[in-house]
């Protein structure tokens, strides 16, 4: 069975994690070359518009804590 694919806006995640902030999420994403954000493909841009792959960014997360 394959893993279903779930992209987000940066509005509608903060709405559905109110955890983060619009300025926190943006300043991850702003920063996504240096905190590795990028690598891990949690970030997709299409046009101007920037989406958050749920799963890859809350695996990104994860391995943050795991880090420190």
Do not use: C, H
Request: charged share 20%.
């Amino acid at each position: 069975m394959a893993t279903q694919i779930i992209y987000k806006t940066v509005n509608q995640f903060i709405e559905e994690y109110p955890a983060f902030t619009t300025g926190g999420i943006r300043s991850l994403i702003f920063n996504e070359q240096s905190n590795g954000l990028s690598q891990s493909g949690a970030i997709v841009r299409i046009g101007r518009k920037v989406l958050i792959d749920e799963a890859k960014f809350f695996g990104w997360v994860q391995a943050q804590n795991k880090a420190a």
